[in-house]
């Protein structure tokens, strides 16, 4: 029997990456974090616009997820299913903020459309700013500026590479929807951005580095270190 020192976990399925995360196996764990962390927090933000929203959100499905891992039965890629997850739990905290926003309406202080001031995503990623290609920051504002609709939509078949199929799987919609809402997306980015458009979408919204790796110890810390 292969011991997880001599183990190759990279070339290992998608339901053997599962079984070993259910076995709290650190090693399995960090290799599908590590794969999907980008992917999910750029369908977390798609939602939430808010860089550390979805990086919370990221690592509160990772546990979710990882919690009934042992019955992933692969009738989908692994990918595919965190992605969903990660909607649905985006979606679950859009709509907690929004009731946080009614009940704040009641409150002094708080600004004309009854949130009080946050800072944007723009801000709270400033330091970065010198290393990344100025057509990176316009990309992600006008693909901020989308309607939530067709956001997510954007971010899953271009950014992230999914199929109408798979986009269709994880945002819970019919797939000539999909193509539409891209559509849509696409006409208006060009519109914003111009022909460039093409030459940046690979390098939008980065979540890799310290940021990517804080997020998969955060989630061995809880899932494994605290429950052996």
């Not at 992917?39 to 808010?50: C, E, N, P, Q, Y």
């Not at 006008?142 to 971010?155: E, K, M």
């Not at 000539?176 to 022909?195: D, F, H, I, M, S």
Request: glycine share 6%.
């Amino acid at each position: 029997m292969q011991t997880r020192k001599d183990l190759d976990y990279a070339a290992l399925t998608d339901i053997a990456l599962a079984k070993r995360i259910a076995q709290r196996d650190a090693e399995a764990l960090r290799l599908v974090t590590g794969r999907n962390n980008q992917r999910l927090f750029r369908t977390a933000w798609s939602i939430l616009k808010d860089r550390a929203e979805a990086a919370k959100t990221v690592q509160d499905g990772y546990l979710e997820a990882f919690d009934v891992i042992g019955f992933f039965a692969g009738r989908s890629s692994l990918s595919t299913c965190l992605a969903r997850i990660i909607v649905n739990k985006a979606r679950s905290r859009k709509r907690h903020a929004r009731r946080q926003s009614r009940l704040l309406n009641l409150q002094p202080g708080a600004g004309p459309d009854g949130q009080k001031p946050m800072a944007s995503t723009k801000t709270r990623a400033q330091d970065k700013v010198s290393v990344r290609h100025p057509m990176t920051w316009l990309l992600e504002a006008a693909i901020a500026q989308l309607p939530d609709a067709l956001r997510p939509v954007f971010v899953l078949r271009e950014i992230e590479g999914f199929s109408v199929e798979e986009a269709a799987e994880v945002l819970q919609i019919p797939g000539n929807r999909v193509k539409a809402r891209l559509l849509q997306a696409g006409r208006y980015l060009r519109k914003e951005v111009g022909p460039e458009l093409g030459c940046t979408v690979s390098t939008t919204l980065s979540f890799a580095g310290a940021d990517c790796e804080a997020v998969t110890e955060r989630v061995v810390a809880r899932f494994i270190n605290q429950r052996e």
